[in-house]
């Protein structure tokens, strides 16, 4: 079982940064595959970016790549996500998630679990 708690979300301008934060319980956090993902209403959820556990390979969205960087911190459980140069269609609520979920992992029912979410404004 792995329990998620995001936090770091909030409003900020256009060109702004926000570093969102995922701690997670579970004593195989490193070996597992994170994923930041987002949605806005009426429409599905989707991938932003991975931390793929087994073989610390990161991927990343077209729209955020070059933008945002996925990172973990295994001593302390927890996963970042830094969001730079924000666009107001980033306003998302962003969710972090965790599986072993081999290839598909920019797939969000391949997740076991999933955070609360949290929302990010970016406002013009």
């Known amino acids: 079982q792995v329990h998620l708690v995001e936090s770091g979300g909030g409003l900020v301008q256009a060109g702004g940064s926000l570093r969102l934060s995922c701690a997670a319980s579970?004593?195989?956090?490193?070996?597992?595959?994170m994923g930041w993902f987002r949605q806005v209403p009426g429409k599905e959820r989707d991938f932003v970016a991975v931390d793929i556990g087994w073989s610390r390979t990161v991927y990343y969205a077209d729209s955020v790549k070059g933008r945002f960087t996925i990172s973990r911190d295994n001593a302390k459980n927890t996963v970042y996500l830094e969001m730079n140069s924000l666009e107001p269609e980033d306003t998302a609520v962003y969710y972090c998630?965790?599986?072993?979920?081999?290839?598909?992992?920019?797939?969000?029912?391949?997740?076991?679990?999933w955070g609360q979410g949290t929302q990010v404004t970016v406002s013009t």
């Open positions: 998630a965790a599986g072993r979920v081999g290839s598909r992992w920019s797939n969000y029912g391949s997740y076991d679990y």
């Open positions: 579970g004593r195989t956090f490193s070996s597992v595959t």
